[in-house]
Each structure stands twice: as structure tokens, then as C-alpha cells.
């Protein structure tokens, strides 16, 4: 008797212990509950911690309080310059009204369907307002905020709120966007062009100016060259008048060994001359004569004027001033 009771205990405690466990139930941090009696929610539980229900009677269903996301496939939109475009975009959001959602939608997977829908719809009125440029650059944020505003309208019946909608990328399609990298292509090319030509234009300006420079810095040296050898002739024609008239026979005599120096030099000329030539009567001693005259050459300083006296130089030419500057 003593063993039945005691198995008889055990599973009353056992019995006890599960219907104790059967009547409370918990809630985490992350999700709110809903109990349900006879398919009917009487009670909505939205702080975490232990409740408890009525064993094999009530039922509990766990909603996720989260931020969730919903990624939406790439959609082709027409923007209202009658550009396409390519958006890739995702939204996220968030249970607001467990209730409603449970009984309008019921899991996850039927709310990211019906939001998508939702999305795209809203991605496709506001985009379709809207140019590419502003789309691309202007006016993104205030365009997303439009969408995220205008899903939420449509949201809120399901208990559902849109935290946020973002486009990740919004381009032209493939054949698109060739056409407007030749184009950015084309463009380069002809602002390069330009600048290229601009460059030569500069280039044959600079080098015009600096080869007229080089004509006149020229010129200017020229006629100061030719000023200071007039100058210089001057000068020394004035010295030759000057050593002629101090002294005929020594200049007659200086004249001469200059021609011996250059006539006689070894530069492969040949000179046929007469050896009673008067270009040899320094070689001659003083007072020999020439052969056949018969008579004895006087003294070299009393040759006759027209043998010994060289021409006279040439008049000096007078100096040029130099121009007004």
C-alpha cells in the first residue's frame, strides 16, 4: 500500500508540475504575444517577462517587435524624362500593432510579400515623377521620404510601419549607359581637342613673337657692328695716312713684307715671276741693278717714287654716328 501511495504521489506532482507549466509561458525581449482562447485573442502582451494562461485552453502567439528587413528584387522604372532606370532598392520595418498583423496578415513571410508590392508601387509613382537627375543626384533623400511616407499610408491597416526606404543603386540599363559613356567619351575628346589647339595657337604665337625678337635683336646688332667697324676703318685708315706720311720708305718697306709673308707662304700656290721683278728688289743688295739695265740701282731709300711708294691707302671712311634709339 505504502509503494502505490507513494507512485501515486509521484504522479500527482508530476501532473502538478505540468499543469503548472502548461499555465505560464514567456516573452522575450524581442517579441510581443498575443493569447488566444478558442482561436479568439483576448489578451496582447508587449513587455517581456512570465505570464501566465490557462492551461490546454489558451494559446500563445509570438510576434517579432524587431526592425526587419525586406529586400526588393531590381525593378526597371521610367522616370518622367522618359529615361529608364534601373533601382535597386530594400525597406525596413517594423510590427507596430501585433494584433492587426495577426489578423490581417498572420506570418513574416505574407507581410514581406504584400509590403513588397507596396514598395514597388510607391518606388514607381514617386520615381516616375521624377527626372533622372534628380533621382541620381538633386533629390534622393526627399524622394525616398516620399516613398517610405506613401507605403506607410497603405502599411498602417496591417499594423505594420515602415521605418525605411533606400534606394542602393539607381542607373541607367546596360545599353544605356554605353551609349552615354561614348557620348562622355565624345565629349572628353573634343574639350581635349580644344585645349590642344588652344595650346598650338599659344605656342605658334609665342614662338612668332620670339623669332621676330631674334630678327630685330639682330638687326640692332648688325647695325651697331657695322657702325663700329666704320669707327674702326676710320681709325685705321687714319693711322695708315698718319705712318705714310711720317715715314714713305719704312711704310713702302712694311707693305712689302707683308706681301713676301702672304705670297711666299706655304699654301700650295705656285708664283712664276722674274728674278729682276720689282716685287723681289728687297732681295737685291743696295745698289745692284736689275739684270740687263747696266747701271747700278741706287740706294732703296732713293728708289724712284713709283717704284718704291706703294698706292696710297684708301681714303678713311668717315664714322657713322649710331642711330637715335
Request: hydrophobic content about 40%; overall charge positive.
Amino acid at each position: 500500500m505504502r509503494s502505490l501511495a507513494s507512485g501515486a504521489a509521484i504522479i500527482l506532482v508530476a501532473a502538478l508540475a505540468f499543469l503548472g507549466f502548461s499555465s505560464v509561458f514567456t516573452v522575450d525581449q524581442t517579441q510581443q504575444a498575443i493569447v488566444l482562447r478558442f482561436g479568439q485573442a483576448i489578451n496582447v502582451v508587449r513587455e517581456p517577462g512570465l505570464y501566465f494562461k490557462l492551461p490546454f485552453v489558451d494559446g500563445v502567439v509570438r510576434v517579432d517587435k524587431r526592425i526587419l528587413a525586406l529586400d526588393l528584387p531590381v525593378e526597371e522604372v521610367i522616370a518622367s524624362d522618359q529615361k529608364r532606370i534601373r533601382v535597386d532598392a530594400f525597406a525596413r520595418y517594423k510590427i507596430i500593432d501585433p494584433l492587426r498583423f495577426y489578423q490581417t496578415l498572420g506570418s513574416i513571410e505574407r507581410a514581406n510579400s504584400q509590403l513588397a508590392t507596396f514598395v514597388n508601387s510607391g518606388l514607381r509613382r514617386v520615381l516616375g515623377e521624377s527626372t533622372f537627375q534628380q533621382v541620381v543626384r538633386d533629390e534622393r533623400e526627399t524622394l525616398m521620404n516620399r516613398i517610405r511616407d506613401q507605403v506607410n499610408g497603405q502599411s498602417t491597416g496591417l499594423g505594420i510601419q515602415i521605418v525605411d526606404v533606400r534606394i542602393r543603386r539607381a542607373d541607367l540599363p546596360e545599353q544605356n549607359s554605353q551609349a552615354v559613356y561614348q557620348r562622355m567619351q565624345t565629349e572628353r575628346q573634343r574639350e581635349a581637342s580644344e585645349i590642344r589647339a588652344e595650346g598650338a595657337e599659344a605656342a605658334q604665337r609665342i614662338r612668332a613673337r620670339a623669332d621676330r625678337d631674334v630678327v630685330v635683336l639682330q638687326a640692332e646688332a648688325n647695325r651697331e657692328a657695322e657702325r663700329m667697324r666704320g669707327v674702326g676703318d676710320g681709325q685705321r685708315n687714319a693711322i695708315f695716312a698718319g705712318a705714310y706720311g711720317r715715314d714713305p720708305d719704312f711704310f713702302a718697306f712694311y707693305r712689302s713684307m707683308q706681301a713676301y709673308e702672304t705670297g711666299l707662304a706655304n699654301n700650295g700656290t705656285r708664283l712664276v715671276l722674274s728674278p729682276d721683278s720689282e716685287f723681289f728688289k728687297y732681295f737685291r743688295q743696295p745698289g745692284s741693278a736689275p739684270a740687263g739695265t747696266g747701271a747700278a740701282s741706287p740706294a732703296p731709300t732713293a728708289a724712284p717714287a713709283d717704284a718704291a711708294t706703294p698706292p696710297a691707302p684708301p681714303a678713311p671712311t668717315p664714322a657713322v654716328p649710331a642711330p637715335a634709339q
